[in-house]
């Protein structure tokens, strides 16, 4: 370039006086929001190791003014924390590969096989996402009891295993890929489910990093399907424990310290889970196929 164009093109890419302004302005609102958001987080953090009293005095404190491990050890040492625990990881791997597997089978064939109603129920499960949750909680509760699995793991587990939501993103998906992909794999004689297994379910792998994480999410952080299929302390999880003790489980006072280290605590697998596969989620040029 001639240095008369290159004056030229800097004087273009300078940003004007209004642009500098208008992005300061934007950058600050997002620098407040984040720290508004955030903050809750930090706060959490910090009570989780302040003692009872420091955190009754001064809950809003980022720096402890005596730094102890106390409300950690008495989770893990004095409550039935670890057992809490144990409930909440059992049920959550079990249902996220449940609803891999069944989401994806569901979605396949909504997508792909043609059989007699499949548009009624492809239009029951839109309906049923748009039911709230707790509108089928008491049917939840009388089927569980009905089947004779009320209190016990396969109650807490099976009506979690598959999830409208879960199955439309997977028909959607599907529906993106092109149906010649599969049309070779028949030639070759492999049959409906070979074809779901070995061709088109590893092409899907955003989607089903979605729905790992969707699923991951979604159980460990259950609560109201817990409080209607069991009663046992045995299979108390993280959530309905971490609940009862905001009604003096543990020891008598505000117990700050005690309810946000369980809190804290809770947050870690679902935040590991998700800085691990976000970029992964749902980034369809990982499945594209050129034709």
Do not use: C
Request: no cysteine; aromatic share 12%.
């Amino acid at each position: 370039m001639k240095p008369a164009e290159i004056r030229t093109f800097r004087r273009r890419a300078r940003p004007s006086a209004g642009q500098v302004v208008s992005r300061s302005v934007l950058y600050a609102l997002l620098v407040v929001l984040a720290i508004v958001y955030i903050f809750p987080f930090l706060i959490d953090i910090a009570t989780s190791f302040k003692t009872e009293s420091d955190a009754a005095i001064d809950p809003l404190s980022l720096i402890p003014a005596t730094f102890t491990t106390a409300a950690y050890q008495k989770l893990f040492l004095n409550s039935d924390f670890p057992i809490w625990f144990k409930n909440s990881a059992i049920v959550t791997v079990v249902v996220t590969l449940g609803r891999v597997f069944f989401n994806s089978l569901a979605g396949y064939a909504l997508a792909r096989l043609h059989f007699r109603g499949r548009t009624v129920i492809f239009a029951g499960l839109v309906a049923v996402m748009s039911v709230p949750n707790v509108v089928l909680l008491i049917p939840k509760f009388l089927v569980i009891n009905q089947l004779g699995i009320y209190d016990s793991y396969a109650g807490m587990i099976v009506p979690l295993l598959t999830d409208a939501a879960g199955i439309f993103i997977m028909k959607n998906f599907f529906e993106s890929i092109p149906p010649s992909v599969e049309e070779q794999a028949r030639i070759d004689g492999a049959g409906t489910f070979r074809v779901f297994w070995s061709v088109v379910l590893p092409m899907a792998r955003p989607a089903l990093v979605t729905i790992v994480i969707l699923s991951f999410q979604g159980s460990w952080n259950e609560l109201s399907h817990f409080i209607v299929s069991t009663q046992s302390a045995g299979l108390t999880t993280l959530t309905k424990g971490v609940a009862s003790l905001a009604s003096g489980q543990l020891s008598q006072g505000t117990q700050y310290p005690i309810k946000l280290a369980a809190a804290a605590i809770m947050t870690i697998p679902v935040a590991v889970m998700f800085f691990i596969f976000q970029r992964r989620i749902m980034n369809t040029s990982d499945g594209a196929v050129k034709e």
